[in-house]
Nanobody, 127 residues
């Protein structure tokens, strides 16, 4: 059974940092496009970042304009885990963050392009 489990969310002050984790299980995700989305109360789910590796080389990464320059993605292939590092957090980053996987294709900024989803982790940024 394919499963994605996010963790690392929490309450942080504006200007702080968080590292979100997405642990994948059920099959290998080494060649998947892995994506991060977020959904704030009353808003639609929106794209945050996506990435894809070939072996140990990250050859694709895309970030939403809203987080570009203050976010990075890393992977621990041994743990089948992808990390989203977010720095200089803003109040408007407050949302539930979801990890997603897409087995075929490259990238993707629409939620319907992804096959599997995690349950989400809450990130709250206080002023």
């Amino acid at each position: 059974q394919v499963q994605l489990v996010e963790s690392g969310g929490g309450l942080v002050q504006a200007g702080g940092s968080l590292r979100l984790s997405c642990a994948a299980s059920g099959r290998t995700f080494s060649t998947d496009t892995m994506g991060w989305f977020r959904q704030a109360p009353g808003k639609e789910r929106e794209f945050v970042a996506s990435t894809k590796w070939s072996g140990d080389r990250q050859y694709y990464a895309e970030f939403a304009d809203s987080v570009k320059g203050r976010s990075t993605i890393a992977r621990d292939s041994a743990k089948n885990t992808v990390y989203l590092q977010m720095n200089s957090l803003k109040v408007e980053d407050t949302a539930v963050y979801y990890c997603a996987a897409r087995k075929y294709g490259l990238g993707g900024v629409r939620a319907d392009e992804y096959d599997h989803w995690g349950q989400g982790t809450q990130v709250t940024v206080s002023s």
